[in-house]
């Protein structure tokens, strides 16, 4: 089965600061990636996804992540955090393979906190 | 704007009470999805459709029926209410899946309270 790992719960961080959040996931094969953001109060949005080429995915807002298959990573970083990022953010990951429900699984979440 | 809609986005029941939160969406999307959302626990699929009048149980479906009898409605209904289902809902849409899956598109949540 699958499953996402977020190390990070919280995290507080200064304005301009760099951030990165981590992101593991087990499963063997081919998976798409994916980061949401929640912004309090309000529902879930994408942020970025991976399906397959360049591993090195560019979102909205200035978010990057990395997809590196050898460690089952796929980090969320931004060079420099503003006070309007102060959200919550949400790995997941399902199956690639084509054709059917492939079950989409979430990590637990990490706040982020910007102090201006 | 196209998107998915849920309704209420408040409700508090009591115990032993009954309530349908509905979801509707624009976008022509196939796949439906009902997922609850606690602190520390992520969000955890309740329910899911992959097309008009198809449904399938998630992780945590005990206590929730779900009919999605037009393809842009999904519906969520609870039979009694129990505390432990005080979360907040939220419902999903998707193109597709797998390769051909383009992430959720997720509705504006129902925070329900069961006291």
């Known amino acids: 089965a699958q499953s996402v790992s977020q190390h990070n719960h919280h995290v507080i961080l200064s304005e301009a600061a760099s951030l990165e959040l981590g992101c593991n996931y087990s499963?063997?094969?081919?998976?798409?990636l994916f980061w949401y953001v929640q912004y309090p109060g309000q529902h879930l949005q994408l942020l970025l996804k991976?399906?397959?080429?360049?591993?090195l995915v560019k979102g909205i807002k200035g978010f990057e992540a990395e997809f590196i298959k050898s460690k089952f990573s796929f980090n969320l970083r931004k060079p420099s955090v503003q006070w309007s990022d102060t959200a919550e953010y949400f790995c997941?990951?399902?199956?690639?393979?084509?054709?059917?429900?492939?079950?989409?699984?979430f990590g637990i979440g990490t706040k982020l906190q910007v102090i201006p | 704007n196209a998107g998915v809609t849920q309704t209420p986005k408040f409700r508090v029941l009591k115990t032993g009470q009954s309530m349908t939160l509905l979801c509707a969406q624009d976008?022509?999307?196939?796949?439906m999805y009902w997922y609850r959302q606690d602190p520390g626990m992520g969000l955890r699929l309740i329910h899911y459709s992959v097309g008009e009048g198809t449904t399938a149980k998630g992780e945590v479906p005990d206590g929730y029926n779900v009919s999605r009898l037009k393809k842009q409605n999904f519906l969520l209904g609870l039979e009694s209410a129990a505390p432990s289902q005080t979360s907040v809902y939220f419902c999903?849409?998707?193109f597709g899946q797998g390769a051909r899956g383009y992430g959720y598109t997720f509705g504006s949540g129902t925070r329900l309270t069961v006291v």
């Open positions: 999903a849409s998707s």
């Open positions: 997941a990951v399902n199956a690639g393979n084509s054709g059917g429900y492939q079950k989409v699984t």
């Open positions: 499963y063997g094969g081919t998976v798409n």
């Open positions: 976008m022509n999307h196939e796949y």
């Open positions: 991976y399906f397959s080429g360049d591993p």
